[in-house]
């Protein structure tokens, strides 16, 4: 898997968007980027992939630099409730997907 | 769609009891993996199946686990001979082909061994 660095953690006031970026410089030609997300005491959640084109559902947007080397998690309006650790993973094949360490965002009043 | 279920939720043992845990997919899913996150860490790797045959195994996963899948429907999990150092939250996933890597998991189980 494609090496992914991201900040360890970032603070979010509720109602406005919060940005989580991720590098991965070593990316290739066609390997996709994906988030979780993982509420304390939870599982990990599936929040949303891309390979270049950026890409909207309902939980968040997802930017991709043109060159892909790295990309911005939107949640455009963070409540409470998006208090979570994320994950940027940039499965390299294989049937596995390899977690690091993530950011740990904290939205506050 | 239950989503993936995962029992126990907790699970306190004592240092070299055996332990097994349970995992049920989606019905339609024939993918499922099992993870082991420990404390400040992301989940890793453990074991991989598709429909019953377990495909790929970590190195995470010593002769004392054994994991099976015997109808390609549920899961189990059991460690022998437990040791602290297993005290992790192990968590299963699951998915269909086409799906990618848009897995959903369970809530996983909580072990503590004391």
């Known amino acids: 898997d494609a090496k992914t660095t991201q900040p360890p953690s970032m603070d979010c006031a509720e109602g406005r968007a919060a940005n989580l970026p991720c590098n991965h410089s070593t990316i290739s030609g066609n390997e996709y980027v994906y988030w979780y997300r993982q509420i304390h005491s939870q599982g990990p959640q599936y929040i949303i992939h891309g390979l270049k084109n950026n890409e909207t559902n309902e939980m968040a947007s997802l930017i991709i630099t043109e060159d892909r080397k790295s990309s911005t998690l939107i949640l455009p309006h963070a409540t409470l409730r998006d208090t979570a650790v994320y994950y940027c993973i940039v499965p390299g094949g294989g049937n596995k997907l390899t977690f690091g360490t993530g950011t740990q965002l904290k939205v506050e009043l | 769609d239950t989503g993936v279920s995962q029992d126990p939720r907790h699970k306190i043992t004592k240092r070299g009891q055996n332990v097994t845990f349970r995992c049920d997919p989606i019905?339609?899913?024939?993918?499922l993996y099992w993870y082991r996150q420990t404390l400040g860490q992301g989940p890793e790797f453990l074991t991989y199946?598709?429909?019953?045959?377990?495909?790929?195994k970590s190195r995470l996963l010593s002769d004392r686990f054994s994991a099976e899948r015997p109808k390609g429907s549920f899961s189990t999990l059991e460690i022998q001979r437990t040791e602290q150092g297993d005290s992790a939250m192990y968590l299963c996933?699951?998915?269909?082909?086409?799906?990618?890597?848009?897995?959903?998991f369970g809530s996983g189980t909580r072990l503590t061994v004391v």
């Open positions: 996933a699951s998915s269909y082909p086409g799906q990618g890597y848009g897995y959903t």
């Open positions: 019905s339609e899913h024939n993918r």
């Open positions: 199946f598709q429909n019953e045959a377990q495909l790929e």
